[in-house]
């Protein structure tokens, strides 16, 4: 039980480093919690600093989710045969995000990071998933309609890749979490009123 609460402890602290607001606060001086979406994330990022920040900051997000993750798989093997450590730190991670200690417990959407950790649970799948997520949003011009797709197929890539029932039972709980997150993006989509990454 201590190596699962320190894998929560982990993922938490380091998915609650607020990167985008960091990035944006050093070159603006500005919150980045103001404009936009009002989120932390790398698609608000690219509305105050443009297109090249949003891809740093994407990356940055999804080594942040990565990270909790890899420490927690070589160093806590608590339940190692269900992957419980890991999924822990997965799940704090994405609490992390969209939930920052260090921002009053305030955020982003966690897709990126949710990638990150779904890339250090099972690289294939991650791959496929941001794949996914690169084609739909590049199709559609929609970043939020990339992320909801992209994190719906997840569990089902983790059981095709035959992975344990705790790593599909997280992509399960975290798509469903990142998509709630998105609840007033999936609002606005169905409106027709959704901002588009591109014009």
Avoid at 50 to 71: E, H, S, T
Avoid at 182 to 195: D, M, P, T
């Amino acid at each position: 039980m201590l190596q699962i609460a320190l894998a929560l402890l982990m993922g938490y602290l380091i998915g609650s480093i607020p990167t985008g607001y960091l990035i944006v606060k050093a070159k603006t001086g500005e919150d980045i919690r103001k404009v936009g979406s009002g989120s932390t994330g790398a698609t608000n990022v690219k509305r105050v600093l443009g297109k090249k920040w949003f891809f740093i900051v994407m990356f940055l997000d999804a080594i942040k989710g990565a990270l909790p993750v890899v420490l927690a798989t070589l160093f806590l093997h608590a339940f190692s045969k269900y992957g419980i450590t890991p999924v822990a730190a997965a799940v704090a991670v994405l609490l992390g995000h969209s939930k920052s200690i260090f921002l009053k417990f305030t955020g982003g959407k966690s897709v990126a990071s949710g990638v990150g950790t779904i890339l250090a649970l099972c690289w294939p799948v991650g791959l496929i998933t941001a794949i996914i997520w690169s084609i739909i949003t590049w199709v559609s011009k929609y970043v939020s309609l990339g992320s909801i797709i992209a994190l719906a197929i997840s569990p089902i890539l983790m059981w095709a890749f035959k992975q344990p029932v705790g790593y599909i039972a997280y992509a399960t709980v975290g798509a469903i979490y990142i998509i709630w997150l998105h609840r007033e993006n999936i609002k606005r989509l169905i409106k027709g009123e959704e901002n588009k990454v591109r014009q």
